[in-house]
């Protein structure tokens, strides 16, 4: 445009203020839709996808984050406001959520990325606050991402109160589902979940500290526990740091699989916890406190005499088998993390353990086909998932054609998780199929 073209227009007030908008928005930063940025948005990430790796981020296009491992969570990223494509990569190589998003100006956001690498899930909260909480009150909200949960009710209580007459915050907060925000007197609670209308703990924090006029958010999630959760206390603002408060619970079962070993009680620090198992057979789970105990074994016929015994560290919200081996006067205590995840929709989950005695490394074949390969005595294949039917298992001495034993009729149903064991000894071996999930 001329000078003198421009020098008439400013004769015109319309044109004039036209004029002057495009000199104030020339010295801004536009994005894609004529959005003018002020302030950046804040984005956090938190990876509770139980078997699927660490994740990354990308932001339109660039790396924003990377490497955050499974109960990791980011401090708020700050982002251009706008239309924004979000990706988020799982185990270096899946991309599991691609999105573009209109992120408002100076808003929080938190994504929350559970369930399975085969069934992986992303939600996006949005962390606004309606209301800033006064100087001695917080404000408190439960997200569940725990996907193998029917819901969870979600108590916020004095340390120590039982929970017989108290009525929870939050009630049957399903999967996938955010709760309204609570207001709460600040100070010193016991975060707990139950299972829905009822007192079954199932996740136990012990006591937290919530500051005045500071929002946050309860996340629950799964560690691959049957029942059991954690969870994670997420602030919505950038002065306290989000942070995983581990469970005090744990829970452990014991597995009789020593031949010619009559019923066994198990204790735990000395104090009697599972009472007389008989060979081929697993108790429940049953609860114990989280962190390090002396687990003990005696057979019903001589209390007293320890058989075997097991020093384990028993992780916040996960399950554990204490399997006895061996033959009398040979025996010992394995221990096996135990995974207990649902499958996929239509399939159960199944390992192999083999604690067999004398018999060396073996493969497993499934309607004849391998699926493990040298398992070795006393360890564990892998978790694989089968169609709900009934198959036909075999047991190879590793490496060779030479059958030890064969079970025509091993059924699984979908949704369960299932160990098999093979136990017993050479001329005598047997298979022990338990349901752990």
Not at 134 to 157: H, I, K, M, P, W
Not at 190 to 203: A, G, H, L, M
Not at 378 to 404: I, K, M, P, R, W
């Amino acid at each position: 445009m001329s000078l003198s073209r421009l020098a008439r227009l400013f004769k015109r007030p319309a044109a004039a203020l036209f004029i002057v908008a495009l000199a104030v928005l020339g010295g801004c930063n536009l994005k894609s839709g004529g959005f003018v940025i002020s302030k950046p948005a804040h984005l956090r990430f938190v990876n509770a996808l139980v078997d699927g790796g660490a994740i990354s981020v990308n932001v339109a296009g660039n790396p924003v984050a990377a490497g955050i491992p499974f109960e990791g969570i980011t401090s708020y990223l700050d982002i251009n406001s706008g239309n924004q494509e979000v990706q988020i990569v799982a185990n270096g190589t899946s991309v599991i959520y691609d999105q573009t998003f209109l992120y408002v100006d100076d808003a929080r956001y938190t994504f929350v990325v559970y369930g399975t690498s085969a069934s992986p899930v992303v939600q996006l909260l949005s962390d606004t606050v309606a209301n800033t909480p006064g100087s001695d009150v917080f404000v408190l909200r439960a997200f569940n991402a725990a996907f193998a949960s029917g819901g969870v009710d979600v108590y916020v209580t004095a340390p120590g109160v039982p929970l017989d007459n108290q009525s929870p915050n939050f009630s049957r907060v399903g999967v996938g589902n955010s709760t309204f925000f609570a207001s709460i007197n600040a100070g010193t609670y016991q975060v707990r979940f139950t299972v829905p209308n009822s007192k079954q703990v199932i996740y136990d924090a012990g006591s937290v500290t919530f500051n005045g006029q500071v929002a946050y958010t309860v996340l629950a999630y799964t560690k691959g526990s049957s029942t059991l959760l954690n969870g994670a206390i997420l602030p919505i603002d950038d002065t306290d740091p989000a942070f995983v408060a581990n469970s005090r619970l744990a829970q452990f079962k014991l597995v009789h699989a020593s031949p010619g070993t009559g019923p066994i009680n198990g204790f735990v620090d000395g104090v009697i916890a599972l009472a007389n198992i008989p060979y081929q057979a697993a108790s429940s789970y049953e609860l114990l406190s989280a962190g390090a105990h002396t687990v003990t074994i005696e057979t019903v016929a001589t209390p007293g005499a320890v058989i075997a015994s097991a020093q384990p560290t028993f992780a916040p919200a996960t399950d554990t088998s204490v399997v006895l081996t061996g033959t009398p006067g040979a025996t010992s205590a394995l221990v096996l993390n135990d995974t207990n995840l649902p499958g996929s929709v239509g399939s159960a989950r199944l390992r192999f353990v083999n604690v067999a005695s004398n018999v060396g490394p073996v493969d497993v074949y499934v309607n004849f086909a391998q699926r493990a390969s040298n398992v070795a005595p006393n360890t564990s294949s892998g978790y694989q998932e089968f169609v709900d039917g009934t198959y036909t298992v075999t047991f190879n001495v590793a490496g060779t054609t030479t059958l030890l034993l064969n079970l025509p009729a091993v059924a699984v149903t979908a949704g369960r998780t299932y160990t098999l064991y093979l136990v017993g000894t050479p001329g005598s071996l047997s298979g022990a199929l338990l349901r752990d999930g």
